[in-house]
């Protein structure tokens, strides 16, 4: 789901920064209203590295192995702190790894970051109701993954499609939308399930890292 | 767990030596200015900059190469598929599949400019150590939430890292061997994963504890580690004249070659 | 409760009275405990995990708030919220209270907030870091280091901010034989007024001139060390064990420490 370097052109490149900086002033402004925000800071930046570890999990996928997105468990557990934590997972990617782009990490930060908010507010809704508490978690703790990863493919696809230097007709751009989409869909509803078990255990073990939601 | 991109960061080229924070305006101006361009003959200036700025980082040739070896794996798919799709001037068809002009020059655009930003890249954050270049950009003006979450993060990513692997080896020694799919062994991951994040929230909470112990937030000192030569300075301008230089020449030869079109 | 004082020098380092503290799950982590420190004395605590010390240390460091009870720090209340550089706590893992990028980072922390200029805070840097002999470490980011390396470099980053009383939570856990006589001979050469929470028994009874046992939040006893640790069923009552060297042996042989 992230762009590499070179692949698209400067503008999309620098639109993505323009878009990307006001989202993460908004997410920083939102942390700085909170009542203690320094306590905030050591909480959010390890779980930021904790995240990136746990993309580190192989998930088994015959024939291969599959690593996880996590944008809906990151939204579900840290609110408004999960677009900074993109943003600097992202960085570390990019600069460790080579797996991302730098002139693409504006772009990446939108791609994977807007729908982590998106189930922020889709895990909140697990609240409408004070009962069952456990299944309300694991049902909406399952929307959060499924429907950040397909809005974060969804993004990367058309983002990508419309945007790289070659001619597609509409047709192909569209077949390519599709087959992405398609493709990606059991990856969407493993990452769902994944995201119902965690916030299952977390809401068992230690209730107050869901605090945010 | 060691994370190796600044493992040459000891060595002593003047890339090594420049000023951090000039060092990363001057090279991300570069890497921009690269994703700018779009004409073909650009591309040979780009590879041959882009080339001696790492030669004269004394990098090694066998860490460029470990280095683009995966993340080449995408661009590969995109080399193989694009030219057989894009476009429609077909230069050659190879059995039922036609290779296409427009396809094959928007790959060869696509693959130099991704190697040539890699490269900078690495040339960027490999000739000094890691925590130096971020201690740069927060000198240049990102927000200090930011840079605090991003020095906090990586100073206990290894840590976390750690864990995982510690965690992991637990669970092989008892058996557990995720090779083949199930619902059970998708759980088991769930909690591996739940497990990590509980334990760094906790340890989160001692890490706040010790830094207030020590006064954090008491005061606010903006931190001038940086003293960058007249001779930074020069290599700043230098360098930014080729990043200027790129666009322009960009701009100019695609003038003229739509003019040559009319 | 045995009150053992040494010649009185002028104002207690630290005296707490009457201090309770609960937390919202745990009731009753400290219970009515009461103490008062001398400066230049070196008190140890001993008592089963779980007994309070290290709430207590947060509780004296303005950390944590108690649900009742004073404490008083170098003739200065302490308040919550407080940031009181005289006190320096060491924390139990190194690993939570270095935190920054490199050890230099880390042992400068302290004395930035305390808004010293930039050219006093690298000299108590470097005061620091050879105090604990760890001059060579000051590059190097905190997860290079061995065990004993960061419990040095902690300790370096407390130091740098010249407090005079300093608390240790368990400061030889996790140390090798050697790293852990480093150790004790840095706070046997140490001139603060020392509070040591240790199940290191021997650490105790080599370093500290008078002990606390805490059991259950409670202050059960407070006495000298050879007396307190050396009684065998006070110890075992509260799920300690009479350090070796107080064990009497057949066959005596010199001690270690001098």
Redesign the interface.
């Known amino acids: 789901m992230h762009i ?7 503008t999309v ?2 639109a993505g920064y323009v878009v990307a900086a006001p989202v ?1 002033w908004y997410s ?1 402004r939102r ?2 209203q909170k009542e203690n925000p ?2 905030d ?14 993309s ?7 024939p291969t ?1 599959v690593h996880l997105v996590l944008n809906g468990l990151l939204g579900a ?1 840290l609110g408004y702190f999960a677009f ?2 993109i ?2 997972g992202l ?2 990617q ?6 991302g ?3 693409t990490l504006g772009v990446n930060a939108l791609i994977m970051g807007l729908p982590a908010l998106l189930s922020y507010y889709i895990f909140r809704l697990r609240n409408i109701t004070d009962k069952r508490q456990r299944i309300m978690t694991g049902v909406f703790g399952f929307l959060a993954g499924f429907v950040s990863v397909g809005v974060s493919v969804g993004m990367f696809a058309v983002i990508l499609l419309t945007s ?5 007709d509409v047709v ?1 751009e569209r077949a390519a939308i599709y087959t992405l989409a398609l493709a990606h869909l059991p990856l969407m509803v ?1 990452e769902g ?2 995201t119902a ?2 916030t299952v ?2 809401w068992r ?2 209730p ?2 869901l605090d945010n939601t | 767990m060691r994370i190796g991109i600044d493992e040459y960061a000891y060595l002593g080229s003047p890339l090594h030596h420049w000023d951090p924070r000039y060092k990363f305006i001057g090279l991300m101006a570069v890497i921009f200015a690269f994703s700018f361009v779009r004409d073909l003959r650009m591309l040979a200036v780009m590879v041959t900059v882009t080339a001696v700025i790492y030669i004269i980082s004394k990098l090694p040739f066998s860490f460029w190469l470990t280095r683009l070896r995966y993340p080449s794996f995408f661009l590969m798919v995109v080399v193989l598929l694009l030219p057989f799709v894009s476009g429609h001037t077909i230069i050659m068809s190879i059995g039922p599949l036609d290779l296409r002009q427009e396809g094959l020059i928007a790959v060869l655009l696509i693959a130099i400019r991704f190697v040539s930003i890699l490269t900078i890249g690495l040339v960027l954050f490999g000739t000094a150590p890691f925590l130096t270049t971020i201690k740069a950009m927060r000198a240049l003006g990102l927000p200090a939430i930011l840079t605090d979450m991003t020095l906090l993060a990586f100073r206990y990513l290894n840590e976390i890292g750690d864990d995982l692997h510690k965690m992991e080896t637990s669970m092989k020694l008892r058996g557990f061997h995720e090779r083949r799919f199930s619902r059970h062994g998708l759980g088991i991951l769930a909690w591996l994963g739940g497990s990590i994040l509980v334990r760094s929230y906790e340890q989160s909470e001692w890490v706040y504890k010790a830094m207030i112990v020590r006064g954090y937030g008491h005061a606010v000192h903006p931190r001038e580690e940086f003293k960058a030569s007249s001779r930074d300075l020069i290599a700043l301008i230098a360098i930014l004249l080729v990043a200027v230089g790129f666009i322009a020449g960009d701009i100019l030869c695609r003038r003229e070659a739509m003019a040559l079109l009319q | 409760m045995q009150q053992y004082h040494q010649k009185s020098q002028g104002q207690p380092a630290l005296v707490v009275s009457g201090l309770w503290f609960s937390y919202p799950d745990m009731p009753n982590v400290l219970q009515d405990v009461s103490l008062e420190v001398m400066p230049g004395e070196r008190v140890g605590l001993i008592g089963p995990n779980g007994a309070g010390k290290t709430t207590f240390f947060l509780g004296i460091c303005g950390v944590l708030k108690p649900s009742a009870g004073e404490i008083v720090v170098l003739g200065k209340r302490v308040l919550n919220g407080d940031f009181r550089p005289e006190v320096g706590l060491v924390f139990q893992n190194p690993d939570d209270q270095l935190f920054c990028p490199s050890v230099r980072d880390d042992v400068a922390f302290g004395p930035l907030n305390m808004g010293l200029p930039r050219d006093e805070v690298e000299i108590r840097v470097a005061e620091a870091l050879s105090t604990v002999g760890g001059a060579e470490l000051a590059d190097r980011p905190a997860h290079h280091l061995s065990e004993g390396e960061k419990r040095m470099v902690s300790i370096a980053s407390v130091l740098a901010m010249r407090p005079r009383l300093v608390i240790h939570d368990e400061p030889s856990a996790n140390l090798d034989i050697r790293s852990r006589r480093r150790l004790i001979r840095l706070m046997q050469a140490s001139k603060e007024t020392l509070l040591i929470a240790s199940h290191d028994l021997e650490l105790v009874l080599e370093i500290c001139t008078r002990v606390v046992l805490i059991d259950g939040g409670r202050i059960i006893v407070d006495g000298d060390p050879r007396q307190v640790m050396g009684d065998d069923r006070l110890m075992e009552a509260h799920g300690q064990e009479k350090p070796h060297s107080l064990v009497p042996h057949p066959a005596p042989h010199p001690h270690h420490h001098q």
């Open positions: 590499p370097d070179g692949f698209l052109p400067a490149c620098a993460t920083l942390i700085n320094r306590a800071i050591p909480k959010a930046s390890l779980l930021t590295a904790a995240f990136f570890v746990v580190w999990i192989h998930i088994p996928v015959p192995s557990v900074p934590a943003l600097i960085f570390f990019a600069v460790m790894f080579q797996h782009g730098l002139t790289i230097p070659a001619d597609l192909t493993i399930v994944f078990l965690v255990f977390l073990v230690r107050q890292l």
